[in-house]
């Protein structure tokens, strides 16, 4: 029986699936995210380490190590260099996060939950309608708003 969320890299070499429809979906506006990415922000939604099968590909793991001090592996495609999922999160173990543009059908998944590291966004985007945070959600008000946090994990 095929996993009822299937998605891929730019050029097709990685692919993956997973079964659990994710319950966190998340736009990230980290600094990291914007250079690893490309894009003003990066959506992403969590998948248990178990449910997530990693089809085809081998990803390129690049460790990076988080504005909180927890470590992480952001995963890219060797031959595209499309960034498709992190894994081995200090902060979050057994979970992976993967991004939400590659997704083989992204309405699939439900819409962000909440918006992080908002310290980070760019003037002219517009907030959605949920939760704001200006770094990660857990440790938000332990940061003192003159100090611009950096990268999410
Ligand atoms: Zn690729
Ligand atoms: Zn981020």
Redesign the pocket.
């Known amino acids: 029986m095929s996993a009822k969320f299937t998605g891929r890299c730019e050029c097709g070499a990685i692919t993956y699936e997973f079964n659990n429809a994710p319950d966190f979906v998340a736009d990230?506006?980290?600094k990291?995210?914007q250079r690893s990415s490309g894009g003003v922000m990066?959506s992403y939604f969590s998948v248990a380490e178990d449910d997530f099968k990693l089809l085809s590909g081998n990803p390129r793991p690049y460790a990076y190590v988080a504005d909180s001090g927890n470590t992480l592996e952001r995963n890219f495609c060797p031959d595209c260099g499309a960034r498709v999922f992190t894994n081995k999160l200090s902060g979050f173990p057994g979970t992976v996060f993967v991004m939400l543009g590659s997704l083989d059908d992204p309405e699939t998944v439900r819409p962000p939950i909440t918006e992080?590291?908002t310290a980070r966004r760019i003037s002219w985007t517009k907030p959605l309608d949920v939760p704001q945070h200006w770094a990660r959600p857990d440790v938000d008000e332990g940061i003192a708003r003159q100090h611009m946090p950096g990268?999410?994990?």
């Open positions: 990230c506006y980290c990291d995210c990066a992080i590291f990268g999410c994990g």
